[in-house]
């Protein structure tokens, strides 16, 4: 009877500690918010992202900025930029010839932004990369 008492305390003491085991593991899986800076309210494409060569690399910034858009570090010219000022939309398409012919392989993008009243605060935003094929 005790032994069989005894075994049931250890089973028991064992389960317990299984369950304890799986809440913490499990509990940690989260991962850490993303960065979000206010004025940014969608980059394309997304961050992490496979996607053909010809997409639309850009931002969709807050109402009342405006910036610059770099890729891979280096800034996009106004003349390959295409501006949706009703949306506060920045974005380039990138075209075979133009300076910007994104090739396979991972690329970074960013953009430099400021309030249309204040174009003297600017702020940079964290880049976001993504893979072309």
Known sequence: ???SRLSSLIIAALLALAVAGFVFA?????????EK?????????????LDLRQVSVGVTL?????GDLYVDGNQVPEDELHRVPAIYQITLQPRPGGQF???PGR???SVIYWPLASPADT????????TLH
């Open 37 to 49: 800076t206010s004025a940014i309210v969608q980059v394309m494409p997304p961050p992490g992202d």
């Open 101 to 103: 012919d994104l090739g």
């Open 62 to 66: 807050a109402a009342g900025y405006t």
């Open 107 to 109: 690329h970074c993008a």
């Open 123 to 130: 702020r940079p935003s964290p880049p976001w990369c993504f």
């Open 26 to 34: 499990f509990s940690n899986v989260r991962r850490p918010p993303e």
């Open 1 to 3: 009877m005790l032994r």
